[in-house]
């Protein structure tokens, strides 16, 4: 992408803004119709039609409230810390964004080719806990504060399992590289790895139950670091108002919004590129069988959205099914379950990719 | 100038104006936030050096881990942001000359060494070779400083907790 960006345009720097530019439409475009998408599914969950007035089905819903939200008056409370305060969204959805930067959305698109991508993930959403902190410190309200240490205090220990599965599966793959490890998915969906990977074998029947354990890990704990329901007590409604952006309104507040759909789609993306192909299509490329190469790269990236957003439907149908947890059975889960789970599996996946 | 010119004085401003900040805020929780921009502009610096492992392990340990910590550990200690610290001056004198004498000595390093200058190959992949050299060369020293940080997490958690009534 970046390199045919500059034999297009041959400036370094142009190019490389315009290859930022992409995710940042990506995620834009995701939000806006996440959100209108959530309120769809979760009204129909409870027998309701949802919104309907704006557009056909309400499809234009998203944009008018981000039209008002651009208009809002940005209020700050007297007693903020008014720097921080500002500071905080940005930082939070930068930390978000930043994530895109090593996705492959397909085999031509992707930001960088750096070889420690899915390390670099797990290392720059810690700046998104960091924003959180700051957020709920410098509104100096109880409830901010109160939202933000449980944030953070659930994210942190819910990034354990995540790097102990991350970690299984680059012992698995041998490299860190998501587009390498998209690539080694390739041609059907019998060689994704959440089936035991692209290498034919016994280890392959050996490996497929673990995992599935490991992918179920990995989805409950990084539907817990992107605080979503069940695991949503940072901004639990009824008891902290909105959590640690309880204060926010107008755009600062729509910076959070968009933060939290960045990452729901990011966290849906890791997913799909360790455990199910990545970008490769599951039943072969039409490109490929009607001799247009060019076709090939589109369809990928068609299926790279198409299994992110049947994650991101799982997030939101789980988010109106099941009740939250309390703050002791969140680390419970987190601390007595996942982790030895996630140690037993890593010794076990290890042990078996070495027969 | 070259445009890799450009970014590297962007992180290394970023770098000393936040670390700049961090002395000489009055505020404990202003610092360590300084400290997250320090951290970042010395990761980008790891980074155009061509060491990204180093850079991302910079940002996972310093900024996921030991800022957030620290950044509890005030925000958890009670009137904490009411404490007045003293950034003021003291002992001007002395100092003076120690700082100097230690500045005076790192531009002499820097200054008289024969640095070995080769023609600049970024390496593509650092990880591998890491992996590799922290599993021969270097275990012993690897396994030691894993042990140490064991007993530290040991020794951490039994003072912390609770003894039962």
């Given amino acids: 992408m970046y390199q045919f960006l500059y034999d297009l345009i041959g400036n370094e720097i142009l190019a490389g803004l315009l290859v930022a530019v992409v995710p940042l439409t990506i995620i ?21 039609l949802g919104p309907m007035r704006t557009g056909w089905h309400g499809w234009l819903q998203t944009v008018a409230d981000l039209m008002k939200m651009l208009q809002k008056e940005d209020i700050i409370a007297t007693d903020a810390d008014k720097t921080l305060y500002n500071i905080a969204p940005v930082l939070v959805f930068s930390g978000s964004f930043a994530a895109y930067a090593v996705i492959p959305f ?31 410190w410098s509104a100096n309200n109880k409830y901010s504060l109160l939202g933000a240490m449980r944030a953070v205090a659930q ?19 041998g490299t860190l590289s ?7 998915q390739t041609s059907s969906f019998w060689n994704w790895n959440i089936f035991g990977g692209a290498v034919f074998g016994l280890s392959k029947f050996l490996l497929i139950p673990f995992m599935f354990i490991a992918a179920l890990i990995l989805f409950i704990s990084t539907l817990a670091e992107v605080n979503r329901v069940p695991f949503d007590i940072p901004e639990a409604e009824s008891e902290l108002v909105a959590g640690y952006f309880t204060e926010y309104c107008g755009m600062k507040w729509g910076m959070f919004m968009l933060a939290e759909y960045g990452n729901m789609f990011a966290v849906s993306a890791i997913i799909v590129i360790l455990f199910f192909g990545g970008y490769q299509s599951p039943i072969g490329y039409f490109g490929n069988s009607i001799g247009v190469q060019w076709l090939v790269p589109f369809e990928q990236g068609f299926w790279f959205i198409a299994k992110g957003l049947t994650l991101v439907f799982v997030q939101m149908w789980l ?6 947890l309390r703050v002791d059975q969140l680390m419970t889960v987190c601390w007595k379950y996942l982790i030895p789970y ?14 | 100038m070259n445009f890799y010119d450009i970014i590297f004085y962007i992180f290394a401003a970023i770098t000393l104006l936040s670390a700049l900040f961090v002395v000489t805020t009055r505020n404990i929780v202003h610092s360590a936030f300084y ?10 610096i790891y980074v155009l050096l061509g060491a990204d492992f180093i850079a991302i392990s910079q940002i996972l340990i310093y900024v996921g881990g030991i800022l957030i910590l620290l950044l509890f550990g005030v925000m958890l200690t009670n009137k904490i942001t009411n404490v007045e610290i003293r950034t003021g001056t003291v002992h001007m004198l002395p100092a003076a000359i ?16 024969e640095w070995k200058s080769e023609p600049s190959v970024t390496p593509l992949t650092t990880t591998k070779d890491i992996g590799h050299l922290l599993l021969t060369d270097y275990v012993l020293i690897f396994e030691l400083l894993g042990i140490l940080l064991l007993v530290a997490l040991i020794g951490a958690a039994s003072i912390a907790r609770r003894d039962k009534e």
């Fill in chain 1, 319 to 324: 988010r109106w099914t099941l009740p939250r």
């Fill in chain 2, 98 to 113: 120690a700082s100097g004498i230690f500045m005076g000595a790192v531009v002499a390093v820097m200054v008289w060494t």
């Fill in chain 1, 178 to 184: 998501l587009d390498k490890i998209s690539q080694m």
């Fill in chain 2, 35 to 44: 400290l997250l921009f320090t951290f970042f502009g010395v990761a980008g």
């Fill in chain 1, 28 to 48: 834009l475009v995701f939000a806006l119709f996440g959100i209108w998408l959530e309120r769809k599914v979760s009204a129909h969950m409870q027998d309701r």
């Fill in chain 1, 106 to 136: 397909s085999s031509k698109l992707l930001g960088s080719e750096v070889e420690i991508g899915i390390f670099y993930v797990l290392a720059i959403s810690s700046l998104v806990v960091a924003g959180i902190l700051m957020a709920g």
């Fill in chain 1, 155 to 173: 994210i942190i220990s819910y990034e354990i399992p995540t790097a102990l599965i991350v970690l299984s599966m680059v012992m698995l793959m």
């Fill in chain 1, 342 to 355: 996630a140690f037993l599996n890593l010794i076990i996946i290890g042990i078996i990719s070495l027969l």
